[in-house]
């Protein structure tokens, strides 16, 4: 039987978990395509993004993965577009044939046609916007030591995550400690309760794929650790300055961070999907296009009635199914339809707090934290990073510092003219501490 | 007595040196000023160069440092000049008075006038010259693999690093085990023995200040691990594509690594000194300008007869005695002689072989590494930063591996047209490896 070459796009956790399976398999040599060189752990890119670790503890080389596998091939570059017709992907400007292609390219941030949410929010989905995040926050309260304008320091200190879902409380969670074990403590020009972070969600409550209880839980806790919740509130602009709600308030910030959604990203040459998601068959592939598989956050399939979430384990899982499926194929054998188990959702608040449902049982507290640390280490790739991650989680637990405080690039804030001042009333009051 | 204000420019070696004396008395405040708000630990600047170390892990938040003296104030800010007639520094366009001064800014990268190398070349100087030169090493192995063109492919695989000091004779041991253990293992794509490390230096000795027996152990250890080291040989002109030598030979390669020489930074309002450097009392203050104090690679300062060398001990041991003599100043007391007492030279080759010399002992190989190793961790800033090091460094001894392989920034190299490319007898043979 001669070879199939198969072509895999994004070395995410479907990507990679793709590859992995069809490295198995003699009658198939695999070229994984990524325009970066690693692949990236995003579930800990908030703790980039809030000095607790290094960028490349959580990025692990993606030729290191594909040292065993001597069918796979690694090629660095951007994906231009595919060409089902002629069975090609274009990658920097030159065509690379497939037999079968798995397309994982993941989900970037989504901005719902808000104004100014591209050009005046970051994100929180690369290496890049965390690294970002920490030098715009470090920079902000070192010109705020210097400024001698009152409203200006006031925004200077006021640090705005907008999205409360697992990322947006994680990163206020962790914002939090910065604040309160760290820049208290390294910053004598600035009282502590001057730092506001604020957590912007639109809808009713925290975290809201779990119970309610574990919502009230998550929002209780951050607000003992100093984060001003503002539940029901949308946000209808972001400007230089701050962020504007629907109802008027205007909350003065230098820096916004976006997590309030995602949108598969678009190939060229691909269906547009759905809210930004392809709708595949139950077997992971495009219906007109049956040697293209589309797995994790950019698969729209259905199950139950509503659109799996778009998190690392369906990623993983839709990999690992779609890679078995081709191989299915390749050797005569009826596919099989896609089905996500379930194995439950974490998330992290802060130091001793997690939140946790798995198959109905809920928990909170010491042990959710545990077991949440536990579970990061575990999916966590590459033994090195393993070692790197747990050895400053060890450290951090001690001695209560986030050491990773580098400001790479010191980041220029705005000036902001007289008249584009916001009238005092308009403003957010400072939330009680 | 009234409390005098210290300013100090740099948190360098000798700026941070100082501080930690001037600290310890009550009757002065400190103003230390830097343009990063980390001490950075130059001397393992070629490992994160070399993907041995993360970036953050060398560089060590000021104001950590600071928390333990509650009369010294940081402020991040580039220094535009000094006027000592008002006795005032300006950063960022604000003016900071003093009623001493401490210069410590360092020195910057050098290129003699040589054409080309303030744009072609990468000097290795601070953390984002070390993150830029590990992108484009890695990038250029990325589009070696991919380009179909055999002479681009060759000059990207060749990386020449200029100067055969401590930094030139670190950077390219670094590379070349780099190149064995890490990209040997990662590129199938590429046989070993394409990929070229060239150390150029201009004199006819590596590593000239100390013993030739020394020199000949290094040259010897670097060819052993696949170097071509060229004496005698030098650079011409830097270009996009290559290092032209005075000789007339090119050496194609898209990575050169400038190490050549360094210059103290000029600050406009001081006395220009001679090769960069002002030229001090032994006291360590500008003649004319007795309340302004010059520490470090910027110093001038002859001892029997030579300048002192540019490096961290020097700068240390004078931040220390600046402040010593200030403070005696203060108290009324006669100012002392500065005298620099050389506790010895170190530097390291590659894994298990270094060299040193102290007060006239010669010693290298596995000894001199193992003490290099002690004293590079001991002297680097951080307990947090001492954990992880030693943790890399260990984790690197047992798996031969550089784990640090990310690339932020893919480089893009210029397309060489027709026209510009270089006659075959000119380029240089493939030294045997």
New interface residues.
Partial sequence: MATRHVVVLGAGFGGLSAVKHLARDRSVHVTLID????HLFQPLLYQVATAGL????I?W?I??IL?RY?RV?F???NVDSVDPLDKRVWVDG?AISYDYLVVSVGSTSHDYGIPGVRENAIPLKS??DA?RIRDRV?SAV?EA??TTDPARRRALLTFVVVGGGPTGVELAGALAELKRHVLA?????VASEEIRIVLVEATDRLLGYLSPSLSAYTRRTLEQMGVAVMTSRAVSEVTPFGVCLRDGTFIPSYVVIWTAGVTGIALPGLPAGRNGRIATTPELYIPDLPDIYVVGDLNGLEQDGKTLPQVAPVAMQQGAWAARNILRRIHGKPQLPFRYRDKGNLATIGRKHAVGEVKGLRFSGYLAWLTWLAVHIYYLT?F??R??VL??WI?SYF?Y?F??????H?HQFPCQAEEEAVPAQQMLETPTD
């Fill in positions: 325009r970066n060189n690693y290094e960028a490349p503890q990025a080389p030729r290191a040292r001597p091939r090629w660095m570059g030159k290496l890049g690294m470090l070192e030591v210097r403590r390294d910053y004598p020009e590459g090195r990073n070692l790197m050895s400053n450290y001695t510092d050491a990773v405080r580098v400001i790479h010191r």
